[in-house]
């Protein structure tokens, strides 16, 4: 069993902003992609999950963009599960995006396992392999951040009702399309992101975006008609227009 998870990608239109380029958003889709089909290969993907009434939960995800990759570039994407202890309920992913030697962006996942009583579980209670060998490295050594306190002094953006074609599988708003909805209220080209997941969103949900900003980032959150926080978004490392 190898510890690290690789394939190799073309940057299609799909994966390209405005610019032409690879964009943060289309790094975090890469890196979402790439997390599922590594979790196939490990027997713990989402119909297996499915199957014991276990799901997987994204909890907070950063993804750092230091260069920017072109349209017909040819890259490499990998990803691993951290070292974790059987008795933790957050564990995390790491991944990395390389082009040739030179590795362009990286990024990490927070995760949880939601058990069949709607409950978080421990990892060594879910079916992930026992001998998978954990790598000792992670691609982002840093804190992921929280940033609560920046909305103190948010401003409205929008109102959004989730629509049917923002459902996934787990019958709830896409993780990717949390991010999407959230970008539309930070105008300009970033090279990062990071997003935290508080509650779920399903369809006919109203989000409420809200909007705030300072020296260092931009910062979105989705609240529900409820006042709960939906989620909350940075978008940092802002540069010119190309």
Same mark, same amino acid.
């Given at each position: 069993?190898?510890?690290?998870f ?24 890469? %890196? ?8 196939e290969?490990?027997?713990v993907?989402?119909?297996?999950m499915a199957?014991?009434?276990e799901?997987?939960?994204?909890v ?5 963009l ?8 040819k890259?490499?994407v @990998?990803?691993?599960a951290?070292?974790?202890?059987? @008795?933790?309920?957050?564990t ?27 409950k ?13 060998? %954990?790598p ?13 306190e920046?909305?103190?002094?948010a401003?409205?953006f929008?109102?959004y009702?989730?629509r049917?074609t923002?459902?996934?599988l ?6 990717v399309?949390? &991010?999407?909805?959230?970008q539309?209220?930070a105008?300009?080209?970033f ?26 980032a931009?910062?979105?959150?989705? &609240?529900?008609e409820?006042?709960?926080e ?5 978008? %940092? ?6």
């Open positions: 069993m190898e510890s690290i690789e394939k190799r990608l073309t940057v299609t239109p799909d994966y390209c902003d405005a610019s032409g380029a690879l964009s943060p958003l289309a790094a975090f889709t890469i %890196f979402q992609g790439i997390a599922a089909q590594h979790a290969v490990l027997g993907g989402s119909s297996a199957k014991k009434g799901f997987w939960l994204t907070h995800t950063r993804v750092d230091f260069e920017r990759a072109y349209l017909m570039d890259l490499t @990998r990803t691993w951290e070292a974790c202890s059987e @008795r933790d309920v957050r995390y992913r790491s991944y990395t995006l390389s082009r040739g030697e030179a590795v362009i962006a990286r990024g990490k996942t927070e995760w949880a396992i939601l058990g069949p009583e709607q978080i579980i421990r990892f060594g209670d879910s079916g992930f392999p026992k001998d998978y060998p %954990f000792a490295e992670t691609a982002i050594p840093e804190k992921l951040q929280r940033f609560h920046k909305f103190e002094d401003d409205l929008s109102h009702a989730v049917s923002d459902i996934d787990g019958h709830h708003m896409n993780n399309a949390y &991010v999407r909805r959230a539309e209220a105008p300009g080209l090279r990062g992101l990071e997003v935290v997941y508080d509650r779920e969103c399903f369809r006919g949900a109203l989000l409420t975006l809200e909007h705030a900003a300072d020296a260092d931009q910062y979105v959150r989705g &609240v529900l409820s006042g709960e939906s989620f909350r978004m940075r978008f %940092f490392g802002a540069e010119a227009a190309q």
